[in-house]
C-alpha cells in the first residue's frame, strides 16, 4: 500500500499534524477571501470560478466547504510527511526551522502553482499574489506546529 519510505512513519502523530494544518488553512482561507471578496463578486471573473465553488450567483454551497477541508486535509497530510522528512535537514529549532520550510514549499508552489497559474488563468495578479501569501502564512504557521507534533 504505501512505498517502503512511507510504512514506518509515525502516522498517528501525522495525522495530528494534518488536522492542525487543516485548522490553520481554513481560518486564513476564510480571512483570504474576505479581503478579496470583490474579486469573487466582480462578474468579469464569474466564468474562472468552478461549478463547486459557484454553482449559481451568491455564496458557495456547504458542499464546497466540505471538499475545502477534505483537500485541506490532504494536503496537510502530505506537508506533514515533507516536514517529516527534512525536518533534520533544516535550521535547529523554532522559527527559523519554520521559515526554512516555508521558503522550501514556498520555492515549490511559487514555480508549480503560482507562475502557472499566473500565465494560464485569467485572475488578476493581487489575487494570485494574495493567494500566494496566505499559503506561507498558513504553511509557516503550520511548520511550528509540525516542529511540536513531529518530534
Do not use: H, R
Amino acid at each position: 500500500m504505501f512505498c517502503s519510505c512511507c510504512k514506518n512513519l509515525p502516522w498517528k502523530k501525522i495525522t495530528l499534524a494534518a488536522l492542525v494544518f487543516t485548522a490553520i488553512s481554513f481560518v486564513f482561507d476564510q480571512i483570504s477571501a474576505f479581503l478579496t471578496m470583490g474579486y469573487y463578486q466582480d462578474p468579469a471573473y464569474f466564468g474562472v470560478w468552478s461549478k463547486l465553488m459557484m454553482p449559481g450567483p451568491g455564496a458557495p454551497p456547504l458542499s464546497f466547504f466540505l471538499l475545502s477541508l477534505l483537500f485541506s486535509l490532504v494536503t496537510g497530510k502530505i506537508l506533514a510527511i515533507a516536514y517529516y522528512f527534512v525536518k533534520d535537514k533544516l535550521a535547529a529549532k523554532g522559527w527559523p526551522k519554520a521559515l526554512d520550510f516555508t521558503c522550501f514549499i514556498g520555492g515549490l508552489y511559487f514555480v508549480l502553482s503560482f507562475l502557472p497559474s499566473y500565465l494560464i488563468i485569467n485572475l488578476p495578479l493581487v489575487l494570485l499574489v494574495s493567494w500566494f501569501a496566505s499559503a506561507l502564512v498558513v504553511v509557516f504557521l503550520a511548520a511550528l506546529i509540525f516542529e511540536k507534533i513531529l518530534v
